[in-house]
């Protein structure tokens, strides 16, 4: 199992920026490939992005593309996504997933693990 904590959620007006964490513990060995997903209310959950943790390859939806950029740091098994322009829009509770698989995900039943997400509300 790869349990999955967010952190960084919060309020933010538009134009603003934000940088949420995702810590991975226990078997980390299978975490292969991580992503961000974000669910809105009354929306199904959607893809943010998603990258390998060797950083070789990343994949990013294209409501995000520019915006938002996903890093990891191996050492500290975090997985990062920084958001800047941000936009009304862009409010929704955001997931940190990791998948066992070595190749690229974008939907969310590629995903093997899931956190319990952090809210992000910006403001117009």
């Known amino acids: 199992q790869v349990q999955l904590q967010e952190s960084g959620g919060g309020l933010v007006q538009a134009g603003g920026s934000l940088k949420l964490s995702c810590v991975a513990s226990?078997?980390?060995?299978?975490?292969?490939?991580m992503g961000w997903f974000r669910q809105a209310p009354g929306k199904e959950r959607e893809i943010v992005g998603s990258i390998l943790w060797s950083g070789a390859q990343s994949y990013y939806a294209d409501s995000v593309e520019g915006r938002f950029t996903i890093s990891r740091d191996n050492i500290k098994n975090t997985l990062y996504l920084e958001m800047n322009s941000l936009k009304p829009e862009d409010t929704a509770v955001y997931y940190c997933?990791?998948?066992?698989?070595?190749?690229?995900?974008?939907?969310?039943?590629?995903?093997?693990?899931w956190g319990q997400g952090t809210q992000v509300t910006i403001s117009s």
């Open positions: 997933a990791a998948r066992k698989s070595y190749a690229l995900g974008t939907v969310v039943g590629d995903f093997d693990y």
């Open positions: 226990g078997q980390t060995y299978n975490a292969n490939v």
